[in-house]
């Protein structure tokens, strides 16, 4: 059972750089969405979608982008890495976004920008 | 006032004492309340949604007091393997809207 699947697990980038933080799930899940976790702020939504070729934007979602062209993959990128971008990533999936079910999530991308 | 506010903790408790979390939101139009586990560098999952009428398994008992706006998680004969952060979400509307995360309260429990 994969459920979310998130890769890489860890980064490190220079400051300026970009990159993407890909994310895949096999459960048919309508509902995507990324957090960034970091030490005393709590999960923060920075993207989210409810189905293909739908996004919007979350908490934080300035120095991110994301697409959703298929109803498993939803990528986010970091389009000019900054340190202040030096978080725990996670994904999540579910059939709802406002929890008519239960809210799936990978194991975490942890990214340090220097 | 932020959306969840959890009392961020730690609480340290031994073995076989029973433990309460409260967390308050502030939309009392809040429609759905779950409380998530979290265990350190991992992922969260889901712990138990939280019913109107209240709703236990096994040792854990979750709470809904909509007139005061707030959900409570009581965990009975704390274990070792309870030790963990325990994240208030609340769905703060209606339809196509995304969970909202509290900070969260971390729980150690000594032996």
């Known amino acids: 059972n994969a459920g979310v699947t998130q890769t890489p697990k860890f980064q490190v980038l220079k400051t300026g750089q970009s990159m993407t933080l890909q994310c895949a799930q096999d459960?048919?899940?309508?509902?995507m969405s990324w957090y960034r976790q970091d030490p005393g702020m709590g999960l923060r939504l920075i993207h989210y979608?409810?189905?293909?070729?739908?996004?919007d934007q979350g908490e934080v979602p300035n120095g991110y982008n994301v697409s959703r062209s298929t109803t498993e993959d939803f990528p986010l990128r970091l389009l000019s890495a900054a340190p202040s971008q030096t978080s725990v990533y996670f994904c999540?999936?579910?059939?709802?976004?406002?929890?008519?079910?239960?809210?799936?999530f990978g194991e975490g991308s942890r990214l340090t920008v220097l | 006032r932020k959306e969840v506010e959890q009392d961020p903790g730690p609480f340290n408790v031994p073995e076989g004492a029973t433990v309460a979390f409260n967390c308050t939101y502030s939309?009392?139009?809040?429609?759905?309340f779950f409380w998530y586990r979290q265990d350190c560098r991992k992922e969260p999952k889901l712990l138990m949604s939280v019913y109107s009428s209240g709703n236990e398994d096994g040792r854990f008992t979750a709470q809904l007091n909509r007139a005061s706006q707030y959900i409570s998680l009581l965990i009975r004969d704390s274990k070792l393997s309870d030790s963990a952060t325990y994240l208030c979400?609340?769905?703060?509307?209606?339809?196509?809207?995304?969970?909202?995360f509290g900070k969260g309260t971390r729980l150690s429990v000594i032996a």
């Open positions: 999540a999936s579910s059939y709802h976004p406002g929890g008519g079910g239960e809210l799936f």
């Open positions: 939309n009392s139009a809040s429609q759905s």
């Open positions: 459960m048919n899940h309508e509902y």
């Open positions: 979400v609340v769905n703060p509307y209606s339809g196509n809207t995304p969970l909202v």
């Open positions: 979608s409810v189905g293909a070729g739908i996004t």
